[in-house]
């Protein structure tokens, strides 16, 4: 019994970096209708920024992301606005055809730069403290830090997009690009400016990622997968419906493991087609579109 | 000099061609009715002037500023709103956030504000929490104007503001345009509904075929001309 608590517990854990892997995804989407299949791939690039940067400075990860996030928002938007807008238009392949290109080119820069040595980012104690439930049931404060953020994250991003002007041309635009622009909202700078966000967001993702377990240049298009799952599963457009989502995946996979190790993401990814099967929409989608 | 002015305005949508070299021009404070037949060109202009669709430079001249191969996000701080055809609110905001997004790029200090909206439509105060898909018709075009207001136009531009709708509800919506009408603001209508347009219009352009077919004041023309004009001969 104890087990299996402890494995629900787990799941709605990791669940949390689930949800923050999917929340930029989420984010980049419901704006400019973009699938970003480089997604995994730049939390990755992400990641070793903030190594780059601790490592350089002696700094601790955690007020290293912090530097590197405006550096990091600066990227995403020049990126947005120099190379990603162009591929935007009715024709879905372009925008796929891009960031596919762009995730081989990420992953073959990071191999050549960084090796395809593990990485991790050092905390000290902080990386193997845990609170004690009782019962034998313990939790670790880097899962549930991560699992806190994501939740934070998805409260931020809820307020900038319903509590701010910039979060109302965000759906505006997402809404209907020809009249967004007559309202003044120049469609390419909104974009950016959602990109860039999103890449703050998976800055906070990339810290998390390095934190709890070894990265490499190659992990990206597992985690990309991970994140779309999360997505699909809590339904397009609504940023609790993703929070959901990761933590659906997480229970699956930890769920999963419980019954058979070898099965832990087997069972993630049986989740997700069960999902599509019975609420094609997600389970929360938005009431439009 | 007029306030705005277009010269040999041309529009294509791929190889078809929807205005053939339009000309006209219209001062501070009129009323301008364009009328004309379904295809005929009359929203194409409308989105030609607002920026949707681009021409050259000189093809539009805003008090003798060329405007015409400026994007819609520019023309509308210029002080130039469009209503478009069918409302087109933003779904996923309320009816008081579509009323927002309106000022959202606004560069020009001006009379209308929220509660100026609300006091012009006051049914909009009542529904402002509401979604937009959850009004009826008349309050969608409402919100329409009013978003549109927003900018604190110079130049409203209205796309079939009485399409679908009820004739008093109609009559409703255009109520309204004496009081906007009253802030200095010219408003140049796209009409099917000939009568309506007669009635408030100071001019009135026919447009058939993407080339105009006929100007004039409404009193000065006939039914026969109107009839020629709008259906040809």
């Known amino acids: 019994m104890t087990g299996w608590l402890d494995a629900l517990i787990q799941g709605v854990l990791l669940g949390g970096l689930y949800a923050l892997f999917a929340a930029g995804l989420s984010l980049m989407f419901g704006v400019m209708r973009l699938v970003n299949l480089a997604h995994g791939d730049i939390i990755v690039l992400a990641a070793f920024a903030i190594l780059v940067v601790a490592g350089k400075l002696g700094l601790d990860p955690f007020v290293a992301a912090a530097l590197a996030a405006p550096i990091l928002f600066v990227i995403g938007f020049t990126l947005q606005f120099v190379l990603l807008n162009r591929t935007l238009g009715r024709d879905l392949l372009p925008p796929l055809l891009v960031t596919f290109g762009l995730s081989i080119i990420i992953q073959n820069g990071l191999l050549q730069t960084f090796s395809a040595d593990s990485q991790r980012l050092r905390s000290g104690a902080i990386e193997t403290a845990s609170i004690p439930l009782g019962g034998g049931i313990a939790i670790g404060v880097v899962p549930l830090l991560t699992l806190l953020s994501a939740i934070a994250v998805i409260v931020v991003l809820n307020m900038i997009f319903y509590r701010t002007s910039i979060g109302r041309a965000f759906r505006a635009t997402s809404d209907d690009l020809e009249v967004a622009e007559l309202m003044g909202i120049e469609i390419s700078r909104i974009f950016a400016t959602a990109m860039g966000l999103a890449f703050v967001v998976i800055t906070i993702a990339a810290l998390y990622l390095g934190l709890r377990a070894n990265f490499d240049p190659t992990i990206g298009p597992a985690r990309l997968l991970y994140a779309f799952e999360a997505v699909i599963i809590g339904g397009l457009g609504s940023f609790w419906g993703t929070l959901a989502g990761g933590v659906v995946l997480g229970l699956a996979q930890t769920i999963g493991a419980r019954i058979d190790p070898e099965w832990q993401i087997l069972a993630g990814h049986l989740a997700f087609l069960v999902v599509l099967v019975l609420r094609p929409r997600g389970l929360f989608p938005r009431a439009q579109d | ?233």
């Not at chain 2, 277009?6 to 053939?20: I, S």
């Not at chain 2, 909009?124 to 898909?133: D, K, M, N, Q």
């Not at chain 2, 009820?166 to 309204?176: G, N, Q, V």
């Open chain 2, 1 to 233: 000099m007029p306030l705005l002015e277009t010269r040999n305005l041309t529009a294509f949508y791929g190889d078809f061609q929807a205005l053939y070299g339009i000309d006209m021009s219209f001062d501070e404070g009129e009323t301008i009715a364009i009328i004309g037949a379904n295809g005929a060109g009359k929203s194409t202009f409308l989105k030609a002037i607002a920026g949707l669709i681009h021409g050259t430079p000189d093809s539009v001249r805003l008090e003798g500023t060329p405007i015409g191969a400026r994007g819609a996000a520019d023309i509308v701080k210029l002080g130039i709103a469009l209503v478009p055809e069918g409302r087109r609110l933003f779904p996923s905001l309320t009816v008081e956030e579509n009323l927002l997004i309106g000022g959202y790029g606004r560069k020009i200090a001006g009379p209308w504000t929220l509660d100026r909206v609300y006091a012009l439509f006051p049914i909009l105060r009542e529904r402002r929490s509401a979604a937009t898909p959850a009004l009826s018709g008349g309050q969608q075009q409402m919100a329409a104007i009013g978003r549109a207001l927003m900018s604190n136009p110079r130049i409203l531009l209205c796309d079939e503001i009485s399409l679908g709708l009820a004739p008093i509800i109609i009559a409703d919506i255009y109520a309204a345009l004496p009081q906007i009408k009253a802030e200095g603001t010219s408003v140049v209508l796209v009409e099917q509904d000939i009568v309506q347009a007669m009635k408030v219009a100071d001019r009135v352009y026919c447009f058939q075929e993407g080339r105009l077919s006929l100007t004039g004041r409404p009193r000065e023309l006939t039914r026969e001309q109107i009839h020629r004009a709008y259906f040809g001969s």
